[in-house]
Nanobody
Framework: QVQLVESGGGLVQAGGSLRLSCVAS????????MDWFRQAPGKDRELVAS????????NYADSVRGRFTISRDNAKNTVYLQMNTLKPEDTAVYYC???????????WGQGTQVTVSS
C-alpha cells in the first residue's frame, strides 16, 4: 500500500522560505514521477511542480517558476519542494502525489498547510 507523508508546512512572512518534504513508502520510489499540488480555499487544486522518476526533468507552474524548486532523493524515498520568496497568494494546502505507470497522479498525501502573511 502506497503512503505519502508530507511535512514542512507552516506560517511564514511574505518573502520568506519553506521547504516541504514528502516521504513515500509502499512501492519502488525511483520508478515513478512525483508532483506537488496545492489547493487554496475556494479554488481548484493546482499543479505546482513535477519531477521525473530519475529527477532529470522538472516542470513548474508559471506562478512559481523561478521561486520554487522541486527535487528528489531516491535513496531516501523523498521528494522536496523548496519555496523561496513566498507570497500571500501561495497560501494553500500543499499535497504531494505519486504518478502511476501512465503518468497520472494516482496516490496522494494528506497535505500540509502553508500560510504566507503579508
Amino acid at each position: 500500500q502506497v503512503q505519502l507523508v508530507e511535512s514542512g508546512g507552516g506560517l511564514v512572512q511574505a518573502g520568506g522560505s519553506l521547504r516541504l518534504s514528502c516521504v513515500a513508502s509502499g512501492r519502488t520510489f525511483s520508478r515513478y514521477g512525483m508532483d506537488w499540488f496545492r489547493q487554496a480555499p475556494g479554488k481548484d487544486r493546482e499543479l505546482v511542480a513535477s519531477i521525473s522518476a530519475s529527477g532529470a526533468r522538472t516542470n513548474y507552474a508559471d506562478s512559481v517558476r523561478g521561486r520554487f524548486t522541486i527535487s528528489r532523493d531516491n535513496a531516501k524515498n523523498t521528494v522536496y519542494l523548496q519555496m523561496n520568496t513566498l507570497k500571500p497568494e501561495d497560501t494553500a494546502v500543499y499535497y504531494c502525489a505519486q504518478r502511476n505507470s501512465v503518468g497520472e497522479p494516482n496516490y496522494w498525501g494528506q497535505g500540509t498547510q502553508v500560510t504566507v502573511s503579508s
